[in-house]
């Protein structure tokens, strides 16, 4: 599986920014998805999941509310919704592909995208 992602950019504070992960290879719509970030100094966060239907999604506390993952297996992309952002959201968000249906420890992903900057302005 190969990951694509994109839609990062510099935003205000209480803005909203769209990111999209394309994904190819002959598995990329029965992998469960996910995204994570990592802030400048930081590990690698989970942010949210999607489980390969689409069914049914996951998200980490910080984000919860805010942020909704979504998927289209016609298209092979997931995205991520990112409404009420806040500066502590600033960082690289990469998309990744699990053989799990819907994995939270980034361990349990096998591909990884190359990460879209997201900066948020206060």
């Known amino acids: 599986v190969q990951l694509q992602a994109s839609g990062g950019g510099l935003v205000q504070a209480g803005g909203s920014l769209r990111l999209s992960c394309a994904a190819s290879g002959r598995t990329s719509s029965t992998s469960g998805m996910g995204w994570f970030r990592q802030a400048p100094g930081m590990g690698r966060e989970f942010v949210a999941a999607i489980n390969p239907s689409g069914s049914t999604t996951y998200y980490a506390d910080s984000v919860k509310g805010r942020f909704t993952i979504s998927r289209d297996n016609t298209k092979n992309t997931v995205y991520l919704h990112m409404n009420s952002l806040k500066p502590e959201d600033t960082a690289v968000y990469y998309c990744?592909?699990?053989?799990?249906?819907?994995?939270?420890?980034?361990?349990?992903?096998?591909?990884w995208g190359q990460g879209t900057q997201v900066t948020v302005s206060s």
């Open positions: 990744a592909a699990s053989n799990s249906p819907l994995a939270v420890l980034a361990g349990r992903y096998d591909y």
